[in-house]
Nanobody, 117 residues
Framework: QVQLVESGGGLVQPGGSLRLSCATSGRDFKLYDMRWYRQAPGKQRDLVALISRSGITTYVDSVKGRFTISRDNTKNTVYLQMNSLKPEDTAVYYC???????????WGQGTQVTVSS
């Protein structure tokens, strides 16, 4: 069983930065595609960014140029660097690991990000 633990959320002013981390347990981290999602109150959970097992990254248009997803396979960890934060970035951010061989997904518990003055 794979466990994911997100950290790094908090309260930040507009224009500020945060770095989220998602540490995974278990083996074969390098075989996972990793994604960050977010869910604002009363809204559905939406994909924010993806980094494939080979390191290819994609972003939703609203965060392009502001957010950067990265991974460290030696630490079994994926990161989301968030710069120039806006109030509309306020949400609970979730990490998802998708095993590319056995097609199984695992979710973290989420970390709250609040952007407010």
């Amino acid at each position: 069983q794979v466990q994911l633990v997100e950290s790094g959320g908090g309260l930040v002013q507009p224009g500020g930065s945060l770095r989220l981390s998602c540490a995974t347990s278990g083996r074969d981290f390098k075989l996972y595609d990793m994604r960050w999602y977010r869910q604002a109150p009363g809204k559905q959970r939406d994909l924010v960014a993806l980094i494939s097992r080979s390191g290819i990254t994609t972003y939703v248009d609203s965060v392009k140029g502001r957010f950067t997803i990265s991974r460290d396979n030696t630490k079994n960890t994926v990161y989301l660097q968030m710069n120039s934060l806006k109030p509309e970035d306020t949400a609970v951010y979730y990490c998802k690991a998708s095993h590319t061989i056995i097609n199984r997904d695992y979710w973290g518990q989420g970390t709250q990000v609040t952007v407010s003055s």
